[in-house]
C-alpha cells in the first residue's frame, strides 16, 4: 500500500501538534500492512461515503480515501476527542 505525499496544510498540522515522528511511523506500519493492529483501521460512518481511519496515537487519526487499490491519499488529520 502506498500512500500519496500529503499536502503542505497537512504537513503544518502535524509540526503544530507534533506529531511528524508518530505520523512516519504510523505510515511505514500502513504501507506495510494496512490493518496492522495498533493502527486500529476503520471505515468511518456513513460507510457508504468510504473514507476511512488509522491511528497516529490514542488521540489524533489520519482521515484518508483510495485513490485506486493500491494508494491512499490523507485528507485530514484530526483530534479523535474534539
Do not use: C, G, W
Request: without cysteine; proline residues 5%.
Amino acid at each position: 500500500m502506498q500512500i500519496k505525499p500529503i499536502r503542505d496544510d497537512l504537513d503544518k498540522y502535524l509540526k503544530k501538534h507534533n506529531l511528524e515522528n508518530k505520523y512516519k511511523k504510523a505510515k511505514s506500519f500502513f504501507e506495510k500492512d494496512p490493518f496492522y493492529p495498533s493502527l486500529n483501521t476503520e471505515l468511518l460512518e456513513p460507510k457508504e461515503r468510504l473514507i476511512y481511519s488509522f491511528r497516529l496515537d490514542k488521540k489524533y487519526r489520519a482521515i484518508f480515501i483510495y485513490v485506486d487499490d493500491n494508494t491512499i491519499e490523507i485528507v485530514a488529520f484530526t483530534n479523535h476527542y474534539r
